[in-house]
């Protein structure tokens, strides 16, 4: 089997200029009828202002995936990469903030529920949602994330007394990342 042909967009971008509206249509329904992942992307760029929030639920459910199996219990493997896909497809189909605040907050939601339920875990679990918990600070702090404070404020102040004796140094994490926020956007942001 000889090896893959390197394609570039710039290819696949000329090829498709050629085509009518009904052949591209075509191609749009194959992609769409070709995987969840592709329904879920075309839904999330493409009908985000018609189904409002019910948009998020496809990314909300891979990241309680990638901890918990279906029946609630600890999922066999945990899968941090898929929550990180999650975000960033999602990202990139809608360009959302407050979305994308939204599973970022949610990660770091269901992760901490998951320690407190199965204990400590390692280094890289931590790690992950400390990703998710740094990144939600940083787009708070932005210029146009600084609105969606009140819409996360609660939420992240529930997480302080859930933290408290986790190690790794992820409940001081937690807490400093609250503290910063609440002094920086608190009074401002109300």
């Not at 407190?116 to 600070?137: N, Q």
Request: without cysteine; aromatic residues 8%; neutral net charge.
């Amino acid at each position: 089997m000889g090896k893959q042909p390197n394609i570039a967009w710039s290819q696949i971008k000329a090829e498709l200029k050629q085509w009518d509206a009904a052949r591209l249509t075509g191609l749009v329904q194959d992609l769409f009828e070709h995987s969840q992942d592709n329904r879920d992307f075309l839904a999330a760029r493409l009908l985000r202002d018609a189904i409002g929030s019910q948009v998020l639920a496809p990314y909300v459910k891979r990241i309680k995936a990638a901890y918990y199996d279906k029946t609630g219990d600890m999922a066999r493997r945990l899968n941090h990469k898929d929550v990180r896909s999650a975000i960033r497809e999602y990202h990139r189909a809608t360009g959302d903030l407050a979305g994308v605040l939204e599973l970022l907050v949610v990660h770091v939601e269901v992760g901490t529920k998951f320690t407190r339920e199965f204990g400590d875990i390692d280094e890289p679990f931590y790690d992950s949602l400390e990703t998710s918990l740094y990144e939600a600070k940083k787009l708070l702090l932005s210029e146009e994330g600084r609105a969606l404070y009140p819409r996360v404020k609660d939420r992240l102040a529930a997480l302080l007394p859930k933290v408290k004796n986790i190690g790794w140094g992820y409940g001081d994490s937690v807490r400093d990342v609250e503290d910063e926020l609440q002094h920086k956007l608190g009074e401002s942001a109300t």
